[in-house]
């Protein structure tokens, strides 16, 4: 099992490495001469030089790139152009909204698949399946960002139970906090719950069909007891690897998502970052997510290997 | 006293029947075997005793395990009767355990769901049974998980499971069938020992006549969902009044008639000369690579031209490797292999086209050989491209004709799909793909093995008048020894990776003298021996 | 004992299976509606969609407007129509594009095993996943600009390690079929064999792939385009529409219904679709329904 996770680590490294130099090329060289591209057309050239000897753009390229990379580690993103602040600063104030956002709609959506799941698979093709499949279907289809338009105006603007936006902040309380962060995990949550749902049900209904379900049932276990007991725990180890990039999913979801409920996370800061050509702020945020979907992964990669007795030996 | 009786069961799917009129009956300490084809019903008939039928099936008639009627009981009560009263075991040992529970865990389950014991108790419990099937906590640890044991191992957790409350009945749905035939044996021998023991019944169901007369007590042999013969074993296969029980009989036993004429003066169609293939194995850890894994060492064996080498051995013993090898279909490590006196091999661009058109294969799957999407005509014709030319329209249409003709199938149906031929002539049609260039060598890998008896017979004598009227040689690879037996001139016994004893097919059966050649013998169950015993090993209650 | 044969019938009563087959009928028809509707606006639709009519701002659906104005009084339905023409191109060309590369790649990633392509490839597609799939789109976008060529290259992209992937690992399987091994022992190489042999075999696999990838990707352009990231202004998408309408949801709530229909009712097609296609093409569980 150590092996086959340090095996999955280095390879999971090699992959972030990986996306560091496409951020770093897409950042910074592509663009050409990123000082010219963040300060606009019209920009004053003296300000446009006096940007390049601040960014350090007259440096070698691989010395900047390590450069990043070293700061980065030290936990130094450098600084924003537009804001005048560290950047480690902004994102550190966006995350604490974007990642319990994240990880609450992956609650909600693990909560409502695994149930509605596994009542779907044991009753395979029954009224109470169907009606669960047919809801899954609607909801694979419907865009989180509507969904998200929908909520507000029933909750907020019609019933009033909920504000239409905003984040009052952690200071205001925890439960206030949860609160505004509701709305936008249902909606993020319901569209990523229904495909897990049905990959929960098909992935159930794969197992139930295996043989050694079929000798559970002849030891004298009833047909829950044998889904419960022998096929379940089966049927997780692919499901695992969906909940994995769910988080990928919702983390990119959300960037969307605060838009529609104005909430001071990462989305909103890459979009005005983007607006204001930061490419500071950009690849900074991005390659924070990329981490981010990076870990999750060593995570899901960790869980597969308890869930699954064959890995702890040996894995391809 | 009676631990199974079924009568008039009829059953259909949907309203596709699948039995009809049904009757058996198995006594206490009685072994019933149950033989047919594939489709004959053997499995559903013990599907339908332990009540797991398939979602669509109905079913009329009486079933009564241990006295008690199942079509009467609950599903509450049929759950406390599985396990207690029944049990069973299945074909596939390799799928049958949960890959994510330790085989200690899973035979204790057993124990208790039925309210036996304990969790702790349960476990001394399985322990315990483990030890009665041959793997005792100190060879093979309850703690283990099923992926981390042999097939063999396996299919002894399985039974395990299936004694663990010493039921009345077990049914052994061709338990041995996945097996090799040294560990089928050996689960025989398990068999019989623990029906004797625990004087349980056991219906045994197999495809094979030798094991069922080697072992049972009763026979009822089953042909398309009806029983159509049924009495004690040697009695049965003494009289046999049913025309089709003496048609199993006679193919199981089918020696195909063949004059083979050998040339043993001119360079052999195939020399392999010291030949290695290796396998790498995963890495022990980050810094210690593990030693290659050896399929194929150092083996050296000549096939010459009209002859028929037989190549036998237990999974995993390298024989398809080494076929593969010869095909030129994966790169040898060391060696040289010669087709007609030149050398080929995969290494490089590959052998010579023209020289790859000399050896030709037939494998084992009927299904899998072929794709689904082309006709028979591209199908059989696709060796054509190792021509130079390849033969245009009429000449064409004719060598497919001919080749078709050849297999005993007709030109008509080159136009057909290959899903609608059935398992028997799609194996006429991959030996009809393997002739069409007119090669002087063909490799069978198991062809025969996924047959029917009645099948495999035409089969062995097709390949036997087909090597007879062209001088063809082949090369036939089987695990199976009467098969072998019946085809070739000479045999090769290959063991892990060696080949361990060479030797004309008469002087192998007859005079073996390697103990792995011995052992291998000893364990294959013969139709004629068990028939000419002494009734010994019946039990009489 | 052995399996019935996986592909009897294959293509033989598809056609009466599909007939049979409500969920595929359904995405059908609501497939080619879409498809209809974005072709139609090449010829006609009821207005122009970038005629401004402010008189006429906000209107709830009359006889005149069928689903009503927006805020410039531009009519809903034929901005749809041409939305719809919007969001099939991208969608088309994305999944194009994800089909063209990747499946090649994959294809030669499966015959050469273990080569230093497949690996390349594996690791690339390793990567791609890495970035969660709307910020790859928002990078590019960021720095290329936005635009619908852009947001079509982004999901493009993205798409590429999908389809590499599938026909990587389908074709593996097939390279130890038998049958491909017969027709190595007929002397083919390689190439030959993926294009005769494995590709025909995806191609059921890859037609299901692509229609969930082609409804994935309407999904994405819309959200892109909410953002602001996808087509630009004049023409509409469904997206922007709906960007548009949130300034004006509790005044006009009409505006925001249409657009997200569209969408919702567009990807639902496209999914019932696909999940009938593979009823129809699954062995498994064309034997289960008989």
Same mark, same amino acid.
Request: with cysteine.
């Given at each position: 099992m150590t092996l086959y996770l340090l095996r999955r680590l280095l390879s999971l490294s090699l992959t972030l490495l990986a996306a560091s130099i496409v951020v770093f090329l897409v950042t910074e060289i592509i663009p050409g001469d990123p000082a010219a591209f963040m300060m606009g057309i019209n920009a004053d050239p003296a300000a446009i030089a006096a940007l390049r000897s601040e960014l350090g753009l007259d440096q070698p390229v691989a010395f900047r790139y390590l450069n990043w990379i070293v700061g980065m580690l030290?936990?130094?993103?450098?600084?924003?152009?537009?804001?005048?602040?560290?950047?480690?600063?902004?994102?550190?104030?966006?995350?604490?909204?974007?990642?319990?956002?994240?990880?609450?709609?992956?609650?909600?959506?693990?909560?409502?698949?695994f149930p509605a799941g596994v009542f779907a698979a044991s009753r395979r093709n029954a009224p109470g399946d169907i009606a669960i499949m047919g809801v899954t279907q609607l909801g694979v289809a419907v865009p989180n960002f509507w969904f998200a338009m929908l909520l507000v105006l029933l909750f907020a603007i019609t019933l009033q139970w909920f504000s239409a936006g905003g984040f009052p902040g952690w200071d205001a309380g925890v439960l206030v906090a949860l609160k505004s962060l509701t709305l936008p995990a249902i909606a993020l949550a319901l569209p990523q719950a229904s495909i897990l749902a049905r990959v929960m049900r098909s992935s159930l209904l794969d197992t139930l069909d295996e043989d050694f379900v079929r000798t559970a049932r002849a030891k004298g276990l009833s047909r829950s007891q044998?889904?419960?007991?022998?096929?379940?725990?089966?049927?997780?180890?692919?499901?695992l690897t969906i909940v994995g990039l769910q988080f990928s999913f919702l983390l990119a979801g959300g960037i969307i998502i605060e838009n529609v409920f104005y909430l001071p996370g990462l989305g909103r800061l890459v979009f005005q970052a983007i607006s204001q050509r930061d490419l500071i702020v950009v690849r900074s945020v991005i390659i924070l997510l990329v981490f981010a979907v990076v870990a999750v992964t060593f995570l899901v990669d960790i869980a597969y290997a308890i869930a699954d007795p064959r890995l702890r030996r040996q894995r391809r | 006293m009676s631990v199974l009786s079924v009568r008039n069961l009829d059953l259909k799917i949907g309203r596709?029947?699948?039995?009809?009129?049904?009757?058996l009956t198995l006594d206490a300490g009685h072994i019933l075997g149950i033989v047919g084809e594939s489709g004959s019903g053997k499995s559903m008939t013990a599907l339908a005793i332990m009540q797991l039928l398939p979602r669509a099936a109905r079913w009329t008639g009486t079933i009564e395990v241990a006295g008690n009627d199942v079509g009467a009981m609950s599903e509450r009560?049929?759950?406390?009767?599985?396990?207690?009263?029944?049990?069973?075991?299945?074909?596939?040992p390799m799928t049958a355990l949960n890959p994510v529970h330790t085989i200690g865990d899973q035979v204790a389950e057993v124990v208790r769901i039925h309210g036996e014991a304990g969790r702790r108790h349960a476990h001394a419990r399985a322990i315990e049974v483990l030890g009665r099937v041959g793997l005792p906590p100190d060879r093979v640890a309850p703690d283990r998980y099923?992926?981390?044991?042999?097939?063999?191992?396996?299919?002894?957790?399985?039974?395990?499971?299936?004694?663990?409350?010493?039921?009345?009945?077990?049914?052994?749905?061709?338990?041995?069938?996945?097996?090799?035939?040294?560990t089928q044996a050996q689960i025989l021998d398990l068999l019989r020992k623990l029906v004797r023991e625990d004087g349980m019944g056991m219906m045994f169901i197999t495809h094979d006549l030798a094991v069922v007369a080697g072992l049972a007590d009763e026979v009822a042999v089953m042909k398309k969902g009806r029983v159509v013969e049924t009495g004690p074993t040697r009695q049965l296969f003494r009289q046999m009044r049913h025309p089709y029980t003496r048609a199993l009989f006679t193919a199981s036993a089918h020696v195909p008639e063949r004059q083979p004429r050998i040339e043993t003066a001119a360079t052999p169609v195939l020399e392999v000369r010291d030949v290695v293939r290796d396998y790498p194995r995963p890495r022990k850890n980050l810094f210690q690579a593990q030693a290659p894994f050896r399929a194929v060492d150092h083996v050296s064996l000549t096939v010459r031209a009209g002859e028929n080498v037989g190549l036998v051995g237990e999974s995993g013993c390298g024989k398809s490797t080494l076929a593969r090898a010869i095909l030129a279909l994966e790169a040898v490590q060391a060696g040289e292999i010669h087709l007609n006196g030149k050398a080929f091999s995969s290494a490089g661009a590959g052998p010579d086209i023209r020289q790859r058109a000399a050896a030709q294969v037939v494998f084992q799957d009927p299904y899998g050989s072929f794709n689904p999407r082309h006709r028979v005509r591209r199908l059989v014709s696709e060796p054509f491209f190792l021509m130079p030319?390849?033969?245009?329209?009429?000449?064409?249409?004719?060598?497919?004709?001919?080749?078709? =003709?050849? +297999?005993?199938?007709?030109?008509?149906?080159?136009?057909?799909? %290959?899903?609608?031929?059935?398992? *028997?002539?799609?194996? &006429?049609?991959?030996?009809?793909?393997?002739?069409?260039?007119?090669?002087?060598?063909?490799?069978?890998? =198991?062809? +025969?093995?996924?047959?029917?008896?009645?099948?495999?017979?035409? %089969?062995?004598?097709?390949?036997? *008048?087909?090597?007879? &009227?062209?001088?063809?040689?082949?090369?036939?690879?089987?695990?199976d020894l009467t098969v072998v037996r019946a085809i070739t001139d000479r045999v090769l016994v290959m063991q892990a990776g060696r080949i361990v004893e060479d030797g004309s097919t008469e002087d192998i059966f007859h005079n073996p003298r390697?103990?792995?050649?011995?052992?291998?013998?000893?364990?294959?169950?013969?139709?004629?021996?068990?028939?000419?015993?002494?009734?010994?090993?019946?039990?009489?209650? | 004992m052995s399996a019935p044969p996986a592909d009897r019938n294959a293509e033989g009563n598809f056609l009466g299976a599909a007939l049979r087959h409500p969920a595929f009928i359904a995405g059908l028809v609501l497939t080619l509606l879409f498809v209809g509707a974005a072709l139609l606006s090449y010829l006609w639709t009821p207005y122009d969609p970038t005629r401004l009519d402010i008189a006429a701002k906000l209107q709830t659906p009359t006889s005149g407007h069928w689903f009503g104005t927006d805020h410039f009084g531009r009519d809903i339905f034929s901005m749809l129509m041409v939305g719809a023409r919007v969001s099939i191109a991208v969608a088309i060309i994305a999944v194009g594009i994800g089909v063209s590369l990747g499946v090649p790649l994959g294809l030669y990633a499966a015959a050469h095993r273990g080569s230093l392509l497949d690996e390349v490839v594996m690791r690339g597609n390793d990567l791609i996943f890495a970035f969660p799939s709307l910020l790859l789109a928002i990078l590019i976008t960021a720095v290329f600009g936005p635009g619908a060529v852009n947001a079509i290259i982004a999901i493009g992209i993205f798409n590429i390690p999908v389809f590499a992937r599938l026909s990587r690992g389908a074709a593996l399987s097939l390279w130890t079929r038998e049958f491909v091994l017969a027709a190595r022992v007929a002397g083919k190489g390689r190439a030959r064999i993926s294009v005769e042999h494995i590709l025909p075999n995806l191609m059921n696999l890859l037609i299901v792939q692509g229609t969930i990838q082609f409804s994935l990707a309407v999904l994405a352009e819309a959200a892109?385009?909410?953002?602001?990231?996808?087509?630009?202004?004049?023409?509409?998408?469904?997206?922007?529409?709906?960007?548009?309408?949130?300034?004006?949801?509790?005044?006009?709530?009409?505006?925001?219904?249409?657009?997200?229909?569209?969408?919702?009712?567009?990807?639902?097609g496209l999914n019932l679709l696909g999940d009938g296609l593979r009823d129809l093409h699954d062995p498994r569980l064309r034997r289960a329904r008989t």
């Open positions: 030290q936990g130094d993103f450098g600084q924003s152009y537009t804001y005048r602040v560290p950047v480690s600063e902004l994102v550190g104030d966006r995350i604490a909204v974007s990642l319990p956002l994240t990880l609450y709609a992956l609650a909600l959506s693990t909560l409502i698949a044998a889904l419960w007991g022998h096929a379940l725990r089966n049927a997780l180890i692919p499901v | 596709i029947p699948i039995l009809e009129d049904v009757d009560a049929l759950c406390t009767m599985r396990g207690r009263d029944v049990s069973m075991i299945f074909q596939e099923p992926h981390e044991l042999s097939g063999g191992q396996r299919q002894r957790v399985a039974i395990a499971m299936a004694i663990a409350l010493r039921p009345k009945l077990l049914i052994a749905d061709e338990p041995t069938t996945a097996l090799d035939v040294t030319e390849s033969p245009q329209d009429a000449d064409r249409e004719r060598r497919i004709g001919k080749a078709l =003709e050849d +297999v005993g199938l007709t030109a008509g149906d080159a136009d057909k799909y %290959i899903h609608e031929f059935s398992g *028997g002539q799609r194996q &006429r049609i991959a030996i009809a793909r393997a002739l069409i260039i007119e090669p002087s060598l063909i490799v069978l890998d =198991e062809a +025969v093995s996924a047959l029917d008896v009645s099948i495999r017979a035409q %089969i062995l004598d097709l390949l036997a *008048g087909l090597s007879d &009227r062209l001088g063809l040689s082949y090369l036939f690879i089987s695990h390697h103990p792995y050649t011995r052992s291998l013998l000893a364990a294959t169950p013969s139709l004629a021996a068990a028939l000419d015993e002494p009734s010994g090993e019946t039990v009489e209650t | 892109l385009a909410y953002v602001g990231l996808g087509a630009q202004p004049p023409l509409p998408s469904w997206g922007r529409m709906l960007a548009d309408a949130q300034t004006f949801i509790s005044l006009a709530p009409h505006l925001a219904l249409f657009p997200g229909l569209a969408i919702v009712l567009t990807v639902l």
